[in-house]
């Protein structure tokens, strides 16, 4: 019988007498989001990070996990790579970022942040799960987790052993509409996790003189496709500098409508959850 009492799942689960999830006696985790794409580089650790920033904006207390073992690009983006995370009896104690974020990844637990992790599937799979059992993260309304790429054994492991309460897909314009991508929505279904909504990045190109939108791809099956699988696009992003600049600048640089843009995915997630 599973441990129940602070499972994020408990009110809907019907599945107490099989699952084997286990949980941290010292956390409450109200609401947990995978960030999830079919393939890697779309910009998944981007969107997690900003995702997790307009939460935070919004007054709620907020984590992220870098369960991307083998690229973990999370500490760049808050700009805590310098840090290193410590652990006390009751476990490890992620860093707070600027903003007030709990974070973990392994490379704020490895000595130096440009060594590799040589390491086989099952180790990596049991890093992730040390992440919700063994770290602190005590009271958060949402905790995000960037998700490795694809459709692989770690990926396979967060959505078995940590309670998901739904996915949020990465994915480009060029493969919106892609096998690999429906392989990652077939694969959370499979697993009955619900899919909140996908997030197109690099939509289009804004032209820094005029503004204008340059729309590279012209994704005319994107519909259907998003129809088929009962889907909803809950946000579509700009290639643009201030987003690919945040490891260095932070949100400071951050424009107006991509400000809006995250405003409006967290109030889809905020809304979609309650
Ligand atoms: N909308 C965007 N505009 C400009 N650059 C972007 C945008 N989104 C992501 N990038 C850049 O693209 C690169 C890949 O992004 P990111 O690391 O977030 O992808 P990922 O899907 O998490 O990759 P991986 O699967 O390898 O971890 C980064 O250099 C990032 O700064």
């Given at each position: 019988m599973a441990d129940c009492n602070n499972c994020p799942a408990k009110d809907n689960?019907?599945?107490q007498d099989i699952c084997t999830i286990k949980n941290n006696p010292y956390n409450f985790v109200k609401n947990i989001i995978g960030v999830m794409?079919?393939?890697?580089?779309?910009?998944k650790s981007t969107i997690s990070a900003l995702i997790a920033k307009d939460?935070?904006?919004?007054?709620?207390?907020?984590?992220?996990?870098?369960?991307?073992?083998?690229?973990?690009?999370?500490?760049?983006l808050f700009q805590i790579e310098d840090k290193r995370a410590a652990a006390n009896e009751k476990g490890i104690i992620p860093i707070t970022t600027k903003e007030g974020i709990k974070v973990i990844s392994l490379n704020l637990l490895m000595e130096e942040e440009d060594k590799p992790v040589i390491w086989r599937g099952p180790i990596l799979s049991g890093i992730v799960q040390q992440f919700w059992t063994d770290v602190l993260w005590e009271e958060l309304d949402y905790l995000i987790i960037d998700m490795p790429p694809g459709t692989g054994d770690v990926a396979l492991t967060v959505m078995q052993s940590i309670p998901l309460s739904g996915i949020i897909m990465v994915s480009v314009p060029q493969d919106l509409v892609s096998m690999i991508v429906a392989k990652a929505i077939n694969m959370t279904k499979k697993l009955n996790i619900p899919i909140?909504?996908?997030?197109?990045?690099?939509s289009y190109v804004l032209c820094?003189?005029?503004?204008?939108?340059?729309?590279?791809f012209d994704g005319e099956n994107t519909d259907q496709f998003l129809k088929e699988y009962g889907l909803s696009l809950i946000g579509e992003l700009p290639m643009?500098?201030?987003?690919?600049n945040i490891s260095v600048n932070g949100n400071s640089?951050?424009?107006?409508e991509v400000r809006?843009?995250?405003?409006?995915i967290s109030n889809r997630i905020i809304t979609t959850l309650n």
């Open positions: 689960c019907t599945s794409s079919g393939k890697g580089g779309v910009g939460l935070k904006n919004k007054g709620y207390r907020v984590g992220v996990m870098d369960a991307d073992i083998t690229g973990p690009s999370i500490p760049r909140l909504g996908i997030v197109e990045n690099m820094p003189d005029c503004n204008k939108r340059i729309q590279i643009v500098k201030d987003i690919a640089e951050l424009t107006d809006n843009i995250f405003d409006s």
